[in-house]
């Protein structure tokens, strides 16, 4: 049977208050202009924040070795940060005793060979070619001579300028070292203290993914210090069979410039190019194709396999984050941009793909 009856009266639900909407809008305001204020307050003091995150780094690298020397050897944590950092300190100082009289010694031997080498580098040019390079060369070297004689002035302030740039740098390094130092040996309080500006419902959340940053970033530093040094002893044995001068300096600003992608090994291989120049034309061109093989070799098969184990990263995200910071911050953006992207890849993971979209990450430690 068919009920003809009129549906039951439901009242309709009630409408929000009108000042309960204007609160919330006016709170969504409030929060956007609060982070806007936040990244202006970034930007205007990103070369600080810079250097506070390259002081971090450092602080996980001497946190990591002093924590093998604990298992090795039971030698307490904080103690083996000032083993670890005097150990590098050591190092850097006594590389630099060994080879600083023969790295003088060479730099004036490569300046009187200059000329023969250019004279030898023109007559290995095929034709005119060289003569062509040397006329341009020779004319253009005169007409900035005379400019250089009129500028003297402006050289002189350039060259100040460059003094208390490089005065700069050394205390901006200083710095970050003893800003690393301490936040090494005190860890744990600066962890608790950076969790304590997160809401209590969060704070496991945030202390799970601070622990997984310094992981990810000791894994990424562990690995590029393999890379270095297996880039160091192959160019370092490849300039010795060629018999290039101070091939263990060559290969050693190999090693450590090989840290910036792109950027190091063009570096350290323009180097080692300027440097053979000394032994012949011939022996810069075998050093340039030596260098290009190292890098390929690196590239292809050295890295692949360091990533397994450490932190893989696409090449193109790397490429574009390495110019993306180079042009924001400069020489520190590309010095850094690598470790950053690791930072950013983690945040966006864990923080907006997993806790705000909802959408588990597979494979995730």
Do not use: C
């Not at 909407?21 to 409030?30: I, Q, V």
């Not at 440097?275 to 692949?304: D, H, N």
């Amino acid at each position: 049977m068919i009920d003809l009856a009129p549906p039951a009266y439901s009242p309709k639900a009630p409408a929000p208050p009108a000042g309960k909407e204007r609160a919330l809008t006016l709170g969504t305001l409030a929060a956007g202009a609060a982070i806007l204020l936040l990244l202006g307050a970034m930007w205007f003091w990103s070369d600080v924040l810079l250097l506070i995150f390259a002081a971090l780094l450092i602080a996980i690298a001497l946190r990591a070795g002093a924590r093998g020397l604990n298992r090795l050897m039971g030698l307490n944590i904080k103690l083996g940060v000032f083993v670890v950092l005097l150990a590098v300190i050591g190092l850097v100082v006594g590389a630099g005793w060994l080879t600083g009289p023969a790295v003088l010694a060479q730099f004036q031997d490569l300046m009187e060979a200059l000329p023969q080498s250019w004279e030898a580098l023109n007559a290995w040019l095929p034709g005119d070619l060289g003569q062509t390079i040397m006329g341009q060369v020779e004319e253009n070297g005169g007409e900035n001579a005379a400019q250089i004689a009129q500028r003297l002035p402006d050289l002189l302030g350039v060259m100040s300028g460059a003094l208390n740039s490089v005065l700069g740098s050394l205390s901006s390094v200083f710095l970050v070292l003893i800003v690393a130092l301490y936040v090494a040996v005190e860890a744990p309080l600066y962890h608790r203290g950076a969790l304590r500006l997160v809401p209590l419902r969060r704070r496991s959340r945030a202390a799970r993914i601070m622990d997984e940053l310094g992981s990810k970033l000791a894994a990424w530093m562990a690995g590029q210090a393999v890379d270095m040094v297996v880039v160091a002893i192959l160019a370092w044995i490849g300039l010795w069979l060629l018999g290039v001068p101070l091939a263990f300096l060559l290969a050693l600003i190999a090693g450590l410039t090989n840290i910036v992608p792109i950027v190091g090994p063009f570096f350290s291989g323009a180097i080692a190019v300027l440097f053979s120049l000394s032994q012949g034309p011939e022996t810069a061109l075998y050093v340039a194709i030596l260098f290009f093989v190292i890098q390929m070799f690196e590239g292809e098969v050295l890295m692949p396999l360091i990533q397994r184990y450490a932190v893989e990263l696409p090449p193109a995200l790397t490429i574009i984050a390495i110019v993306a910071f180079g042009a924001l911050f400069g020489f520190v953006g590309v010095l850094l941009g690598t470790p950053l992207l690791i930072v950013a890849m983690l945040l966006i993971q864990r923080i907006y793909i997993e806790d705000v979209l909802g959408d588990p990450i597979e494979g995730q430690d």
